[in-house]
Nanobody
Protein backbone atom coordinates (compact mmCIF):
# COMPACT_ATOMS: atom_id res chain seq x y z
CA UNK A 1 0.00 0.00 0.00
CA UNK A 2 1.40 3.37 -1.02
CA UNK A 3 1.57 6.11 1.56
CA UNK A 4 2.72 9.72 1.54
CA UNK A 5 4.19 10.87 4.84
CA UNK A 6 4.78 14.56 5.35
CA UNK A 7 7.07 16.27 7.81
CA UNK A 8 7.98 19.84 8.62
CA UNK A 9 5.64 22.75 9.06
CA UNK A 10 4.90 24.56 12.28
CA UNK A 11 4.75 28.13 13.49
CA UNK A 12 6.97 30.89 12.12
CA UNK A 13 6.98 34.68 12.12
CA UNK A 14 6.32 36.63 8.96
CA UNK A 15 9.45 36.86 6.87
CA UNK A 16 10.75 33.56 8.16
CA UNK A 17 11.36 30.24 6.43
CA UNK A 18 10.10 26.69 6.74
CA UNK A 19 10.74 23.47 4.88
CA UNK A 20 8.35 20.63 4.17
CA UNK A 21 9.14 17.14 2.98
CA UNK A 22 6.98 14.28 1.80
CA UNK A 23 8.19 10.73 1.31
CA UNK A 24 6.34 8.08 -0.66
CA UNK A 25 6.58 4.53 0.61
CA UNK A 26 5.22 1.15 -0.42
CA UNK A 27 5.38 -0.76 -3.67
CA UNK A 28 6.12 1.93 -6.26
CA UNK A 29 6.93 1.42 -9.92
CA UNK A 30 7.06 5.03 -10.99
CA UNK A 31 6.15 8.48 -9.75
CA UNK A 32 5.03 11.04 -12.27
CA UNK A 33 4.22 14.46 -10.85
CA UNK A 34 4.63 15.44 -7.22
CA UNK A 35 3.03 18.55 -5.84
CA UNK A 36 2.11 20.62 -2.84
CA UNK A 37 -1.37 21.98 -2.27
CA UNK A 38 -2.69 24.06 0.60
CA UNK A 39 -6.05 24.77 2.13
CA UNK A 40 -6.75 27.74 4.37
CA UNK A 41 -9.81 27.85 6.64
CA UNK A 42 -12.94 28.55 4.64
CA UNK A 43 -11.12 28.32 1.31
CA UNK A 44 -10.75 25.72 -1.39
CA UNK A 45 -7.63 23.62 -1.69
CA UNK A 46 -5.23 25.25 -4.13
CA UNK A 47 -2.12 24.15 -5.98
CA UNK A 48 1.05 25.70 -4.59
CA UNK A 49 3.76 24.05 -6.66
CA UNK A 50 4.25 21.03 -8.88
CA UNK A 51 7.26 19.17 -10.24
CA UNK A 52 7.40 16.53 -12.94
CA UNK A 53 9.57 13.42 -12.94
CA UNK A 54 11.96 15.31 -15.24
CA UNK A 55 12.24 18.25 -12.88
CA UNK A 56 10.03 20.80 -14.60
CA UNK A 57 8.30 23.04 -12.09
CA UNK A 58 5.34 25.36 -11.91
CA UNK A 59 4.18 27.64 -9.12
CA UNK A 60 1.13 29.55 -8.04
CA UNK A 61 1.60 33.23 -8.72
CA UNK A 62 1.24 33.99 -5.02
CA UNK A 63 4.39 32.00 -4.13
CA UNK A 64 6.64 32.58 -7.14
CA UNK A 65 10.07 33.77 -6.08
CA UNK A 66 9.49 32.72 -2.46
CA UNK A 67 8.85 28.96 -2.57
CA UNK A 68 10.97 26.27 -4.20
CA UNK A 69 9.82 22.74 -4.95
CA UNK A 70 12.35 19.97 -5.49
CA UNK A 71 12.44 16.20 -5.46
CA UNK A 72 14.83 13.34 -4.86
CA UNK A 73 13.76 10.51 -7.14
CA UNK A 74 16.06 8.02 -5.43
CA UNK A 75 14.26 8.67 -2.15
CA UNK A 76 10.76 9.13 -3.64
CA UNK A 77 10.64 12.41 -1.76
CA UNK A 78 9.42 15.89 -2.62
CA UNK A 79 10.39 19.04 -0.77
CA UNK A 80 9.00 22.54 -0.44
CA UNK A 81 11.27 25.30 0.79
CA UNK A 82 9.24 28.32 1.83
CA UNK A 83 10.98 31.66 2.31
CA UNK A 84 9.71 35.16 3.06
CA UNK A 85 6.58 33.68 4.54
CA UNK A 86 3.49 35.84 4.89
CA UNK A 87 0.46 35.47 7.16
CA UNK A 88 -1.61 34.62 4.08
CA UNK A 89 0.52 31.52 3.61
CA UNK A 90 -1.11 30.07 6.72
CA UNK A 91 -2.84 26.83 5.74
CA UNK A 92 -2.74 23.08 5.92
CA UNK A 93 -0.26 21.92 3.30
CA UNK A 94 -0.86 18.62 1.50
CA UNK A 95 1.53 16.54 -0.52
CA UNK A 96 0.19 14.98 -3.71
CA UNK A 97 1.74 12.42 -6.02
CA UNK A 98 0.68 10.55 -9.13
CA UNK A 99 2.08 7.07 -8.57
CA UNK A 100 1.53 4.24 -11.02
CA UNK A 101 -1.49 6.05 -12.52
CA UNK A 102 -3.11 6.59 -9.12
CA UNK A 103 -3.46 9.84 -7.20
CA UNK A 104 -2.28 9.92 -3.58
CA UNK A 105 -2.48 12.53 -0.82
CA UNK A 106 -0.56 13.05 2.37
CA UNK A 107 -2.27 13.63 5.68
CA UNK A 108 -1.54 17.35 5.70
CA UNK A 109 0.72 19.48 7.85
CA UNK A 110 -0.14 22.83 9.43
CA UNK A 111 1.86 25.93 8.55
CA UNK A 112 1.07 29.02 10.59
CA UNK A 113 2.68 32.38 9.88
CA UNK A 114 2.24 35.02 12.56
CA UNK A 115 2.33 38.73 11.78
Amino acid sequence: QVQLVESGGGLVQAGGSLGLSCAASGIILSINTMAWYRQAPGKQRELVAIITNLGSTNYADSVKGRFTISRDNAKNTVYLQMNSLKPEDTAVYYCNAKIDYFNYWGQGTQVTVSS
